[in-house]
């Protein structure tokens, strides 16, 4: 999977987040540069995935709120901003979220990779396609 990864600052986090997701055959695609301001983060983010030029996102900021507003003002991305992985996991499932916002603040390396476990192994719910149609 090609994994669009934005992050505001780098960090040992993001680090992990990168390698993580390396380390599981993705390919990560950097949408932005690591430092740039977050609300370019975001949008580089969720364009890149919107884009097609990645099939889903990650990124990161302090709380995770900024970059997941800024994603969210692209036309078609649906970023969802979880602490967990059961979260993360619901976020695909009932609302095709195609972007994880996580904070660098709130979240260890190893709750982020259990968040990018469950966010890239689920497949959204085709019993909530009308429901996420509404998001349009």
């Known amino acids: 999977m090609r994994v669009a990864f934005g992050t505001d600052e780098a960090t040992a986090l993001t680090d992990s987040v990168k390698q993580h997701l390396a380390d599981g055959g993705h390919s990560v695609v950097a949408a932005a540069p690591e430092g740039a301001p977050w609300p370019d983060v975001g949008r580089a ?16 900021c302090w709380t995770g709120t ?14 969802a901003l979880c602490t967990d992985a059961e979260t993360a ?14 904070s660098l603040r709130l979240v260890s390396s190893e709750v982020a ?14 019993g909530e396609s009308s429901e996420i149609a509404k998001l349009s």
């Open 113 to 126: 990779a259990e968040m990018l476990d469950a966010f890239v192994a689920t497949e959204p719910d085709p």
């Open 89 to 102: 996991r619901g976020a695909r499932r009932w609302n095709d979220a195609n972007v994880l916002a996580m």
């Open 45 to 60: 983010v969720g364009e890149a995935v919107v884009d097609g030029r990645a099939d889903i996102g990650v990124v990161c």
């Open 66 to 79: 900024g970059v997941s507003i800024a994603a969210n003002k692209v036309p078609g991305v649906r970023a």
